[in-house]
């Protein structure tokens, strides 16, 4: 409806404008005078052109009506719903699949850690974190699990397991009644502004940027809102202990007031044998609701499976495993045992001597007299391993040691957040530096030296004035490029006619009133009409493309830190191409023929080039810093660069640094491969 609202304001409006291109070309007709002719007649200009300027006021009424949202629009309909459930699980299957691989969680496979199902600190049952979905997650009714365990013992390793078995579970059911399964939707607790957000709308807004393909129109308007509202996804919220103590304490507020949602929740408790009253389960707001169904505390890993993970497809010096399997089924209680009796420890062992480096040092006792000397060696040997050049390895102590102090408490790493982290002034001078550098170009090359002083002058003023009023944007911009299906070129039409509409009447009438002021009312029209005929030919033909593009189709991949930044990018990119190109355009129009009415053609067309890579130059700078975070990520990466702060390619650094195996991801965000390990970089930071 609002794409056809938008066809015919659009005719109506390109009518209209004809119709009074008519009138003004009769009269020029009936009284024999060209167009020349009436620009030094303020008669002609009052007769003629003024009942033709009566017009823009419609057009404006035009434009008003087609933008205007007129109704409400329709909710998503079962079919849309089913789909985009069908859509949410494959793309939840194939993104965490991948990170199951980087984890470790498919070769060699996870530890064997025991769990046990607790009801008011009583044992009930136990098993292996492999049989949390059949045994806990899929004979309880729609509610709460948490899972709980002391640092390292493998929650969110536990909870990928179970969201990739519910998945598997999901894909086994009858198709007729597979909808009434809910899709598991992995969250992470760290990015949650629990004091200020509810989790309904957590998990809304994290569906919106971990699986774009969501806000496809295919799926109708918001469908991520209906699927969480109808129970259509599991909310896996990973981490509950990464939040401060007052947010936490919202939290739990929040999970216990939100009581309709079905979640799995894992966090750290001091007293593992009440762990359901440390999460606030046991405080429901209502005794008949209870919110806690089942409390798995994980379990410290037994020395013969210690010693079976750390011997299967082992390739690298497998008799030097063997041995060390041995030694710690014959002292269970030794500093070896203990340390690596944990999925954390097991995970960097098998890391850390993976290149052919013998474990047998482990068992030195004199070398190691406890558990925590052991994991330290363990931290140092996995970045040993993964950055074996000691340049390199330096590097990295150097600038992910600071990566690590500036994250402080927060476990996640959203690259868009970078720039924020060299204080409040920093990236706005950041963000004005592009512009001072186009306006001091643009305004040398138009008044020489003196020009380009006053130029990087105002660059300066409106660069920090666009940073401060702008800010940064709290997500990144996605933008996909793509042909368009037949059934959206109506509405791409549509909005086409109404940019070329409303762009070419806004421009049109600053070149007017530029004309006016330069040559009087008797060039005002003239002025005006080149100006917004051309301006709104580029603006049609560029930003309905961008606003087109800025809305994922249902064929889009779910979101990684990579593809983000990308997509973003290319956002900044497209939008600064097409805003330099309609201003650069106007700008031309209106000093070129304002130029060439005064001093002839030659000099206009002189003044025109100028003028419109000048004013292009600025406005592309300008829009592009001020509308994507990756542009502004670019220059802080180089002044942070400068300043020995960090690499001039900051992302394709962090992204090295995931595929060696220090960094891991979750969604679109970054973060260390264990809590310890940021927490070691922080401890070897040079800087500090």
């Known amino acids: 409806m609002k794409a056809l609202r938008r066809i015919v304001a659009a005719v109506a409006g390109l009518a209209l404008l004809a119709v009074l291109a008519w009138y003004v070309r009769r009269e020029l007709t009936s009284h024999h005078l060209g167009l020349a002719d009436t620009l030094g007649r303020s008669d002609a200009v009052t007769r003629i052109y003024a009942p033709a300027a009566a017009g823009i006021p419609i057009v404006l009424l035009l434009w008003i009506w087609a933008v205007h949202p007129g109704r409400r629009r329709r909710a998503s309909s079962p079919a849309q719903i089913r789909a985009a459930q069908d859509r949410l699980a494959a793309g939840t299957s194939a993104l965490w699949d991948a990170e199951a691989v980087r984890r470790h969680l498919v070769h060699p496979g996870p530890a064997r850690v025991s769990w046990r199902w607790e009801d008011s600190g009583r044992v009930v049952d136990q098993g292996w974190t492999d049989q949390l979905h059949d045994h806990v997650y ?19 390793g536990a909870l990928l397991l179970l969201l990739q078995a519910a998945l598997d579970h999901r894909e086994r059911v009858a198709v007729e009644q ?29 569906l919106h940027r971990d699986h774009p393909y969501l806000r496809a129109p295919a799926y109708g308007p918001d469908v991520a809102t209906t699927l969480v509202n109808e129970g259509a996804v599991a909310l896996f919220l990973d981490g509950l202990e990464q939040l401060p103590e007052a947010a936490r304490t919202t939290a739990i507020d929040r999970l216990t007031s939100e009581n309709d949602l079905r979640v799995v929740v894992t966090s750290r408790v001091a007293d593992c044998r009440q762990p359901a009253e440390s999460f606030g389960f ?3 707001r209502e005794p008949e609701a209870p919110l806690a169904h089942a409390v798995v505390q994980l379990l410290a890993v037994q020395p013969e499976d210690v010693g079976e993970y750390l ?29 690596l009796n944990n999925p954390l420890a097991l995970d960097l062992a098998r890391a850390a001597y993976s290149q052919g480096q013998s474990p047998g040092e482990l068992s030195h006792e004199f070398r190691f007299p406890d558990a925590d000397a052991i994991r330290t060696h363990l931290l140092d040997k996995l970045i040993d391993t993964a ?32 720039a924020r982290w060299s204080g409040s002034w920093l990236p706005r001078v950041a963000t004005a530096l592009p512009v001072m550098a186009a306006f001091g170009t643009g305004f040398g090359l138009a008044f020489g030296m003196p020009g380009a002083v006053g130029g990087v002058a105002l660059g300066l003023f409106g660069g920090m004035t666009m940073g401060w009023g702008s800010g940064i944007r709290q997500e990144p911009a996605p933008l996909v490029p793509r042909r368009p299906r ?49 301006s709104g030919f580029v603006a049609a033909g560029t930003f309905p493309w961008i606003s087109r593009w800025e809305i994922p189709d249902n064929r889009a991949p779910a979101a990684t830190p990579l593809s983000t930044y990308r997509a973003d990018l290319r956002y900044g990119l497209a939008f600064a191409a097409a805003t330099g190109l309609t201003a650069g355009t106007a700008a031309a129009v209106v000093t070129g023929l304002t130029v060439a009415l005064d001093r002839g053609p030659g000099p206009g067309l002189v003044a025109a080039a100028v003028a419109g890579v000048v004013l292009a130059l600025v406005a592309a700078v300008t829009a592009g810093m001020a509308y994507a975070e990756a542009p ?21 650094f962090l992204e090295d640094a995931r595929d060696r195996g220090i960094l891991r991801a979750a969604g679109p965000t970054y973060e260390f491969r264990h809590a310890e390990l940021q927490d070691r970089f922080v401890e070897l930071f040079p800087g500090r």
């Open 138 to 156: 899929a004979l309880l009714p729609p509610s709460r699990l948490a899972i709980a365990g002391p640092p390292g013992s493998g929650k969110s």
């Open 178 to 206: 597979r909808h009434d399964v809910p899709v598991p939707v992995w969250l992470s607790a760290g990015e949650w502004d629990a004091t200020h957000q509810s989790l309904r709308a957590f998990a809304v807004a994290t």
């Open 282 to 284: 046991t405080a429901a």
């Open 311 to 339: 011997t299967r497809d082992q390739t690298s010096d497998p008799i030097g495993w063997q041995l060390l399997a041995a030694g710690l089924k014959e002292r269970p209680a030794s500093a070896t045992a203990v340390a």
């Open 387 to 418: 950055y074996p050049n000691p340049a390199d390895r330096a590097r990295a102590l150097r600038w992910l040691g600071r990566i690590a102090v500036e994250m402080g408490p927060d476990r996640h790493l959203p690259w868009w957040f970078l």
């Open 486 to 534: 037949l059934r959206d070129v109506p509405a791409l039409a549509a909005s086409m006619l109404m940019t070329a509409l409303v762009v070419g009447v806004a421009l049109g009438l600053m070149g007017g009133v530029a004309g006016a002021v330069a040559f009087g009312p008797a060039a005002a029209l003239a002025i005006g009409l080149a100006t917004g005929l051309l």
């Open 632 to 652: 502004v990520l670019l220059v802080m990466s180089l002044v942070r660069a400068l300043r020995g702060r960090g690499p001039v390619r900051l992302l394709a």
